[in-house]
């Protein structure tokens, strides 16, 4: 089984390495951007932080400041929140991990 960091360490490179856009507060970002702005929220609310789960809760899935909800644009779909995006990425790289 994946570690919790082996876990983020994916969810942040797969965030980096995506041709979707993450949206935050109406503007879009490529995923390096993306990873930047997650990086920064990750290392502010470390101390809370003891799953996968809480790294993306934390990290990924809304603004601190608006409260507004981030989105995820990928070609030929419809916007969904990051977190339902992260969390389906997350179940699939623990299958990948568990069938290994």
Known sequence: MA????EID???????NTDCQYERNGTLHNGKEAVEHINKK????????????????YSATKSSMSGKHYKIHC??????NSLNWLLTELTVYRNT????
């Open 42 to 57: 990750y290392a502010y609310y470390l101390d809370d932080i003891e799953s996968t789960e809480d790294f993306i809760k």
């Open 3 to 6: 570690s919790t960091q082996d």
């Open 75 to 80: 070609k030929n779909t419809t916007p969904i």
């Open 97 to 100: 991990k568990n069938t290994q």
């Open 10 to 16: 994916h969810l942040l490179q797969f965030v980096a």
